[in-house]
Nanobody
Framework: HVQLVESGGGLVQAGGSLRLSCAASGRTFRAYDRGWFLQVPGKEREFVAAITWSTGSTRYADSVKGRFTISRDNAKKTVYLQMNSLKPEDTAVYYC??????????????WGQGTQVTVSS
């Protein structure tokens, strides 16, 4: 049993920053790789960033590369997404996931409830 809880979303002006957190819990939790995805109404969930838990290797969607940074805290079993230079088109619900390091939703086994990020212009 693994439970993921996202936090840190909110309303921010274009050009501003937010830091999302995803805490993991559960007595059977293992060092799964982690990913961040976004979803807007009427569209499928899209890849944002991923990180391997063991080595910290990262991968980013082209749309966020250079602006977003994914990181992890092994002791806290928490993954973060630092979001800088935010744009209105970044507005979405952001989900964290645990599973196999991938850009595809099907490769992840566990998902958080999502946190809303709204960027105003």
């Amino acid at each position: 049993h693994v439970q993921l809880v996202e936090s840190g979303g909110g309303l921010v002006q274009a050009g501003g920053s937010l830091r999302l957190s995803c805490a993991a819990s559960g007595r059977t939790f293992r060092a799964y790789d982690r990913g961040w995805f976004l979803q807007v109404p009427g569209k499928e969930r899209e890849f944002v960033a991923a990180i391997t838990w063991s080595t910290g290797s990262t991968r980013y969607a082209d749309s966020v590369k250079g602006r977003f940074t994914i990181s992890r805290d092994n002791a806290k079993k928490t993954v973060y997404l630092q979001m800088n230079s935010l744009k209105p088109e970044d507005t979405a619900v952001y989900y964290c996931a645990a599973g196999v390091w991938s850009t595809k939703t099907d490769d992840y086994d566990f998902w958080g409830q999502g946190t809303q990020v709204t960027v105003s212009s």
